[in-house]
């Protein structure tokens, strides 16, 4: 008696499993791309964050797929995915993905751009996080620089040597007809930056009190320059 009362427990939560399963497939299957592997170890960590979070991404289909697993690879500027079910790690398809979310303490918010320099190249679909968007859009570029220097690292105790790699920022600001330049934290660049856009002097800038030399303090000027936008 109870082997067929169990038996029947199970055919009535079998069509719930299989809904539920299909459910997630039709949330995730929008989301492709091919198995991630870090085949090459290095001194330091090529990700912008080292946990998993849980994100957004948008697609170019104007889609969103919610609340999964991501994490971004700065150093080759692709965006990790682990596949809820297998927990396998997917490289998702950069050219299918508008944009994603970071959800940490707030919300970091990455929209990819069709094309920047970055250091001395100019790169193309790079993914920027967003600081600030207003009449100017302010991005910062997450990316690891890879250095000449070899370190030892430990891995299951054994010491071995790995290249170097260090993470780096790189600002830029979007102008209302959509070009991208990169600007240098300080007063200078920042005054040489904005002089054909706006009337700004040294002085106008020192009496409102602004400091440009770190990240928070370029969000604040560049929030001030709107004010004085045409």
């Known amino acids: 008696m109870q082997v067929f009362a169990l038996f029947v427990s199970l055919i009535f939560l079998l069509p719930k499993q299989l809904d539920a399963q299909c459910e997630h497939n039709s949330s995730t299957s929008k989301l492709s791309g ?6 090459i170890i290095y001194a330091g960590s090529p990700f912008f964050l080292d946990n998993w979070f849980n994100g957004d991404v948008f697609l170019e289909s104007g889609e969103v797929v919610k609340d999964q697993l991501l994490r971004y690879n700065a150093l080759e500027d692709e965006l990790i995915w682990k596949e809820p079910v297998s927990s396998r790690l997917i490289k998702l398809d950069k050219m299918l ?6 959800k940490q303490n707030n919300i970091l918010y990455f929209e990819r751009i069709s094309s920047i320099t970055k250091g001395t190249f100019r790169v ?3 993914f920027l996080q ?3 968007k207003g009449k100017y859009t302010l991005y910062a570029c ?7 220097q070899m ?3 430990y891995i299951g105790g054994r010491g071995q040597s790995a290249l ?6 790189t600002y830029y600001i979007k102008f209302l007809d959509g070009s991208v ?5 300080g007063l200078n660049s920042f005054v040489n930056f904005f002089s054909s856009e706006i009337e700004i002097s040294r002085k106008l800038l020192r009496n409102q009190g602004l400091n440009i030399k770190n990240e928070a303090q370029l969000i604040d000027a560049v929030k001030w320059a709107e004010t004085f936008s045409k």
Do not use: G, M
């Open 142 to 148: 997450r990316w690891v620089e890879k250095t000449a």
């Open 181 to 185: 330049s990169s600007i240098a934290l």
């Open 164 to 169: 170097l790699i260090k993470p780096k920022t």
């Open 124 to 126: 193309s679909n790079e």
């Open 34 to 39: 091919e198995l991630y592997h870090q085949r």
């Open 130 to 132: 967003i600081l600030h």
């Open 151 to 153: 370190e030892s690292i």
């Open 97 to 102: 993905i508008s944009a994603f979310t970071i």
